[in-house]
Every structure is written in structure tokens, then in C-alpha cells.
């Protein structure tokens, strides 16, 4: 993974330098700076360390294939861009084991890496995995049963706490029932036993 790397007077000049050097946007990577000092006396100067962004994917890929290999799995993998999400999908001979009961396994991978990867650069950088469209259907039954819950909520005007959560699970059953008439969901509990409740709203 080349770590590009220049230091000067002002931060903006200096990543608008290295940009422009090596033909990139700052889409294209991430980036941290600090101040070298010089002297009691005398300003800092500062420097901007950058890496590119697909060099990260392919640096997260070759790892994750080292850690699945020992693990007596065979895996390829395809990069997918999703909205403003680039996704990192796996594809093995046993695509069970890579998610584990539950995603737990899949959870620990994306986890591993994102470390792997703050250690390597000094950065944190949100990586997203996935096992063939593990986490598409995933989405599809949260939304399924958020919508089937509302539901019953408008039947029965009695509130509902689904079964604890991550973040991401959380946002997807909210955005499922953004446009539902009556019906209110909120996140409620603490880490990692954060869930959502649906309720019954009376319009006004």
C-alpha cells in the first residue's frame, strides 16, 4: 500500500499538491496531517499523509484472503459500489462458515480488517463486506418484518420491541416504516442490547 507523504507551510496547498501530482480527487483517497515542529520559536511545519483509496480495498482484500485461506476456505471477491458505499463481496466454497450464525462471523471479518487497516495507516477507514448478497437479503426480511410489524401495530395500537440491533439494522427498519401513517419508530436501550419500538401515533 504506497503511503504518499509531503510536508509545507499550509495543509490545503499541501493536499491540493499531492492531488494534482498524482492525478487524484480527494474522493479518490483519505488523509491525516500533523504539525512537525521546528523549534521553540519557530513555526510548525506541516505534513499530509495520503492513501489511496483502491489501493486500501486491495490491500483489505489480499489480507482478508490470507486469513480465509488459513481458515481451509478457497475466495474470491468482486468491489461493488452501492449509493455512496463501496462493498467488498466475498465469494467461497463454503459461504456458511464465512457468515456465521447470525453474521457474527462475517462481523468479526469486517471488523479484523478495519483494524488491520487503522494500524497499517493510522487511519480509521469504514469498510464494508459482504458474502454473495448475505447482507442484501438480510435487508429485504428487516424491511419485511418492520412493515409486517406496523402493521399489527395499526391493528392492535400496541407498541413493539423487535429483537436488539446494530446501528445499520436499526437505520434500515426506520427508513422502512419512514412513510408509514400512525406509526413511530425509535431506537431505545444501550449497547449491545439497542433495539427499535414501533408504536401507534394518533394523526392530529
Not at 483517497?29 to 483502491?54: D, P, R
Not at 469504514?126 to 418484518?145: C, M, R, T
Not at 395500537?157 to 412513510?179: D, G, Q
Amino acid at each position: 500500500m504506497e503511503k504518499i507523504s509531503k510536508t509545507g507551510k499550509n495543509f490545503e496547498d499541501i493536499l491540493a499538491s499531492i492531488l494534482e501530482e498524482n492525478n487524484l480527487t480527494q474522493d479518490e483517497v483519505i488523509y491525516k496531517t500533523g504539525t512537525m515542529k521546528k523549534g521553540l520559536f519557530k513555526s510548525g511545519t506541516v505534513e499530509v499523509i495520503v492513501y489511496k483509496k483502491n489501493d486500501i480495498y486491495d490491500f483489505a482484500k489480499e489480507f482478508l484472503k490470507q486469513v480465509i485461506n488459513n481458515l481451509g476456505l478457497e475466495v474470491t471477491f468482486e468491489t461493488k459500489k452501492v449509493d455512496d458505499r463501496t462493498i467488498i463481496k466475498m465469494y467461497s466454497n463454503n459461504n456458511s462458515v464465512l457468515i456465521g450464525h447470525n453474521g457474527n462471523t462475517l462481523k468479526s471479518l469486517e471488523n479484523l480488517v478495519r483494524q488491520k487497516i487503522q494500524l497499517e495507516t493510522g487511519m480509521y477507514f469504514v469498510i464494508s463486506l459482504d458474502v454473495e448478497n448475505y447482507k442484501d437479503k438480510k435487508i429485504a426480511k428487516l424491511e419485511k418484518l418492520a412493515k409486517q410489524t406496523a402493521k399489527e401495530v395499526l391493528k392492535t395500537k400496541i407498541e413493539v420491541h423487535l429483537e436488539n440491533m446494530n446501528s445499520y439494522e436499526r437505520r434500515v427498519v426506520h427508513n422502512a416504516l419512514a412513510n408509514f401513517k400512525n406509526i413511530s419508530s425509535k431506537s431505545t436501550g444501550e449497547e449491545p442490547n439497542r433495539h427499535v419500538v414501533i408504536s401507534y401515533i394518533e394523526e392530529k
